[in-house]
């Protein structure tokens, strides 16, 4: 190529992109003038804030969910913005901001950059932020934000560090800083260490995913980039960070020894004191992380050589066509047929005798039944995109059966807003085709009415607010709240439902149905308690 300065241009147009994304996306928001931010330089502080906050509880490892978020925003509003916010107001800004800012209402973002070398635009994909579902008090449900490896990059990037230079150079600052006893200064400096620490182990894991997912999708550049950035980091050897601690530990010694008395230490001395305990925490998590990172690039390394390992032995499997080399010879040579034993006389060999060992009466014994038959099956040749439509048509057609059952029964409550499952079987003993749309099928009716009975009370519009807080796509199988929230916003006349309620009948009476076709096809009856189904509209 002419202009060799041109050869990493894409890389340097998606540092551009993580830039110009969240620009895009903030700008021109009506949103923000409601709050007050009119300039451009207000609502990017905000959004800078605000993923400063998720990086730092990331890094913590503490959860990060959106009333965390809300009340950040309302602190610094509080102290510093000064807008006429409530607390309402901030959280719905931090909704805003981390929902559509940062993550594209749930759409996937991409920035293109030209490659000079292969004279077209490179598509790169960019992401800021992720979510995970966590439980508090092992029952209440929230998404929780962290921040990814591009988002990370993004923020540590603001401190104009190169990636391989940021550690260095962190460690330098450290060490002058120490060195000239600016303790409090210090103290960000490791913390900064720490920090870099933690986002490589992160990398590691993210990329030992990847490779356990799928590792021809984990190209041998990123490959190369993550070891060499692991040997980076390893080259900072832990005996430096071993020195520092002496070091420290002697200082905190020395002040101590100065004033036996350690409660009458000066006010400038009990600030240095402090800050340097501190940064003996800090060294000694210091050390733990620059040891996970050594295990894990080991790890890393051994994963990525038995996953190819493996790809590459299953490329030995040789396969052939039954039709082409078997039905199509015979066919070109009927004459073949006498000497068809010795090609089918390997399929019907016998295993080889075994010998008792003694040794496996004591050890625990696994079934073979299920590797045998994984064996076989790998055997067989099949189209396993075609397959693979299949069952999401299947998938489609059992969740269309969900469908009209559970519609079935909020049809049944217009007017009359209750009914209980004894009404609903007087009902469908004069109509076949009502019986079949209720009970498509003994195991669809029964998972409807546990999930029904389990939940008791169901209110819309708190599941809609939920929904709104995840970036994740909907899951294939059935579940009752997103099955719910479809039927009440895709079918006009159930726009109005505000909550079901489902209750049992205390009469302690029985609902039987009968003939019943179960999934195999075999005719059944159902015994079930029965219940009232109470839907609630809008007035």
């Keep these: 190529m002419q202009y060799d300065f041109l050869k990493y241009f894409p890389k ?45 509880q990331s890094l913590k490892e503490e959860n990060c969910v959106m009333d965390d978020i809300g009340a950040y925003i309302d602190t610094l509003n509080s102290g510093h913005f000064h807008k006429a916010m409530a607390y309402d107001d901030c959280r719905k800004l931090g909704d805003f901001i981390v929902n559509i800012v940062l993550s594209n209402e749930g759409k996937e973002m991409h920035f293109d950059g030209f490659d000079f070398e292969q004279s077209a635009y490179q598509e790169m994909h960019i992401s800021y932020v992720a979510n995970r579902i966590i439980y508090i008090d092992h029952e209440l449900k929230r998404t929780s934000y962290y921040l990814t490896d591009e988002g990370y990059n993004l923020m540590l990037a603001t401190l104009e560090i190169e990636g391989n230079m940021k550690l260095t150079i962190h460690e330098m600052i450290f060490q002058m800083h120490l060195e000239k006893q600016s303790y409090e200064r210090a103290v960000d400096d490791i913390k900064n260490v720490f920090n870099l620490l933690r986002i490589q182990i992160q990398k590691i894991q993210e990329a030992m995913g990847k490779i356990r997912r799928n590792a021809l999708n984990y190209s041998v550049k990123d490959y190369e980039d993550i070891l060499q950035e692991n040997l980076d980091t390893i080259g900072e050897t832990k005996q430096k960070f071993q020195n520092y601690r002496e ?83 015979v066919l070109e040579n009927p004459g073949a047929l006498e000497r068809l034993d010795y090609f089918l006389r390997p399929l019907f060999g016998r295993d080889i005798e075994k010998i008792y060992n003694l040794n496996k009466s004591f050890s625990l014994q696994k079934p073979v039944r299920r590797q ?13 995109e075609k397959w693979q439509k299949e069952q999401d048509m299947l998938r489609k057609k ?27 079987g007087m009902r469908l003993e004069r109509s ?108």
């Excluded at 021109?28 to 998720?54: H, P, R, S, T």
């Excluded at 045998?372 to 396993?384: G, L, P, R, S, V």
């Excluded at 929904?467 to 079918?491: A, K, T």
């Design 12 to 56: 340097r147009m998606k540092n551009v992109g993580l830039y110009a994304l969240i620009i895009q996306n903030s700008s021109q928001k009506a949103i923000w003038k409601q709050y007050g931010f009119l300039k451009l330089d207000e609502q990017l502080n905000v959004v800078f804030a605000v993923m400063l906050y998720i990086m730092e």
């Design 247 to 329: 070091r420290v530990r002697s200082r905190v010694r020395e002040l101590e020894e100065e004033n036996i008395d350690v409660s009458r230490l000066s006010e400038k001395d009990e600030e240095k004191l402090n800050s340097l305990k501190v940064i003996e925490s800090y060294l000694n998590r210091t050390i733990d992380e620059h040891q996970k990172i050594l295990s894990g690039h080991f790890d890393l390394k051994a994963l990525y050589t038995k996953e190819l390992e493996e790809l590459i032995q299953m490329s030995y499997i040789k396969r052939f066509s039954f039709r082409s080399d078997m039905y199509e010879k």
């Design 372 to 384: 045998k038959e994984k064996d076989i099956e790998e055997t067989f040749d099949y189209d396993e």
């Design 398 to 424: 059992k969740l269309m059966k969900y469908e009209e059952s559970l519609g079935y029964l909020l049809r049944e409550t217009k007017g009359r807003g209750e009914i209980t499952l004894r009404e609903v």
């Design 432 to 539: 076949a085709k009502e019986k079949s749309q209720l009970i498509p099928n003994v195991e669809i009716f029964k998972e409807i009415m546990v999930e029904l009975i389990k939940n008791c009370e169901i209110d819309i519009e708190a599941l809609k607010k939920e929904r709104s807080e995840y970036i994740q796509d909907r899951p294939g199988e059935f579940q009752l709240n997103e099955m719910l929230l479809h039927l009440v916003e895709e079918y006009p006349e159930n726009s109005d439902i505000t909550r079901v309620e489902v209750y049992r009948v205390e009469d302690g009476g029985v609902v039987t149905f009968d003939g019943i076709l179960d999934e195999n096809g075999v005719r059944k009856s159902i015994r079930c308690s029965d219940v009232s189904i109470r839907v609630r509209r809008k007035e």
